[in-house]
């Protein structure tokens, strides 16, 4: 089954009158780890604990719940709390949110959309991950409602956001911290497991704003992320893309960092793209060693996302200004209705499985 | 006297062998809160707790403060560590970090050197106080060594910064928090108090970097802040200066939020510049009302900075990039050096008074 004992993400829940505790999922249940393992870590409303203990802990706390649940399974029985008992909680406390823009195919479509008859990409794109910092503070749960921000539009020009978009992305956890001034070491040492994230952007907003310090106000009022945690032990994966010119030397690869994910996102429950992570031109370990080779360090609970997913067929861009072409070409939806942009009310809903294994989804409703 | 009891500001301090704490400095000592207030919240580690108070709570100390200071000093004066027995620490933890760009001098001057011959500012510069995410982790308390940070300095090339900027800035401290949704309320209500900034910057990593996203390795490496925040009350304020265009209704100003703050810049112990705090051209009530009309929310502990502080004059440039017209007029140095950038072992001290007030310093040695 795809909630099985390959996957057991881990997430945060809570009983009614109870207080939030870690749990991993298992089926349709959840499995209570506090109560299971006889751990206090897992009693925390947060990952963070956990996941600063490191990888051998992640993996030896891995091995023993995968033996609680098929060898001792009449045991354990009565730690699985069904999933329509409890409330997902906001799985680990945020430190720094860091973006990255590591799609070639999203990258490519937003500088023909913006810079029409210009070379798409930027001259640094194929040199480095180009990142920037979100806010934390307003990293939500799945399932939290997006208001639709207002703000300056254009010159003069203020009121509730025209361009609301998503941007479906991979994000990253950190669970092993690093001192300032020395960079990241191997990437499964520091980084715990991967969410799905829904990055919503207010494209009006965005561009009157940007220039030149960057995406603020068109991305701080909400960021969506899946309530379970994968680790990165059980995502399959495979050789990154190729790459040209070969990059820097800190920026090699560490390992067959490229995942194999597929993405759906669905608006209003009807699938309006599939993006494959596959296609993604940086890989999370390059992301990690550029976020730190200037000295810069992470603390437990940093989350980096991938940046838009987007693959270079027009049914695998994963943001509405792709798929519309900046709303130019609307998308026509089953019952007749069509969308440049969202509307109150619409429901976004990123899913994503990497082979038989599911990584969730992540959904919020505009409103 | 400068730190006497119109002043106090708020630090974290600590005694040989015993934990952070709480204190408040008065002349050359640090006057023991948990100890003299009884009231735990001065234990924590922190100024956190007692920020998300509020401001009653802040009033009403510190009126009891002065109380003690004034009428019952026989009794306080057993609570008064001297400066030279403790340790000062970061003073609050770091939610969000924001950083604006809020000098038109500044703006002007870095338009003028990077886009000879356009118009200085951006289209968005006077419709908006321009603003971008920073690096959360990367804060750090007056004193603590700066590494020099590496990247890439351009297409194909790695290796240590050349171009080793400094920042002069204020910082605003916030200490109650917003619900998501929900633009802040008065400035007063929610922003506790000031510090002393220096955003340490890479320039040529950041020329390379920061299009389209904006700085991100150029300025995560250190974000340095006076172990001292001085409370809003405590603060002599002006009106701001005169604007153009009329702001958008969001943006117009709740009082006199000018600041009359006169900085000096100390480089090896030579003041090089005095940025004037008056000749910002967005107030800080303007930046907390920009960075919440979308409805992201604020937490306790959030930080946001006034972008380096210059003033109309050569001689009031906040940062050396100013200062040497991008290093093609280096600084003469009273014993006959010259700096276009920092080098290994200067340090950068920012200090600054308002009237009879001091902000204090904060500091930096590159190395």
Chains 1, 2 share one sequence.
Not at 24 to 51: I, Q, S
């Amino acid at each position: 089954m795809s909630w099985g004992v390959d996957n057991l993400p881990y997430g945060v829940f809570s009983c009614p009158g109870e207080e939030p505790r870690v749990g991993v999922r298992y089926g349709d249940r959840v499995l209570d780890l506090a109560r299971a393992l006889h751990d206090e870590v897992f009693a925390a409303p947060t990952l963070n604990p956990f996941m600063a203990r490191g990888r051998a802990a992640w993996h030896d706390t891995r091995t023993l719940i995968r033996n609680k649940l098929t060898s001792d399974l009449s045991v354990t029985e009565r730690h699985l709390v069904p999933l329509e008992n409890v409330r997902l909680h906001l799985p680990f406390e945020v430190a720094d949110y860091v973006d990255f823009y590591c799609s070639i195919d999203h990258a490519s479509n937003i500088g023909k959309i913006f810079r029409p008859g210009s070379e798409p990409l930027q001259p640094n794109w194929r040199h480095l991950p180009v990142g920037y910092h979100g806010r934390s503070g307003t990293v939500v749960v799945s399932g939290t409602p997006v208001r639709r921000p207002q703000g300056q539009l254009g010159a003069g020009t203020f009121g509730p956001c025209q361009k609301l978009d998503i941007e479906a992305e991979l994000g990253f956890v950190v669970g092993v911290p690093t001192t300032m001034g020395s960079p990241a070491g191997a990437f499964e040492d520091h980084v715990f497991g991967v969410t799905l994230l829904n990055d919503w952007s207010a494209r009006d907003i965005q561009a009157w704003e940007y220039v030149p310090l960057g995406p603020f106000l068109a991305k701080s009022f909400a960021t969506s992320v899946s309530p379970w945690v994968t680790p990165l032990e059980a995502l399959p994966r495979i050789p990154g893309r190729a790459q040209d010119p070969e990059p820097a030397g800190y920026l090699r690869r560490q390992g067959d960092w490229g995942l194999d994910i597929s993405l759906e996102v669905l608006l209003n429950g009807e699938v309006v793209s599939r993006p494959p992570y596959s296609a993604m031109y940086w890989t999370p370990d390059q992301m990690l060693a550029h976020m730190t080779v200037n000295g810069a360090s992470l603390r437990t609970g940093d989350l980096f996302a991938s940046g838009t997913i987007s693959g270079p067929e027009p049914g695998e861009r994963g943001s509405l200004i792709e798929l519309t072409w900046n709303g130019s070409d609307p998308i026509k939806l089953a019952g007749g209705e069509t969308r440049a942009f969202l509307q109150d009310g619409d429901t976004v809903t990123i899913r994503a499985t990497a082979g038989d294994l599911t990584l969730g989804e992540v959904s919020g409703t505009v409103g």
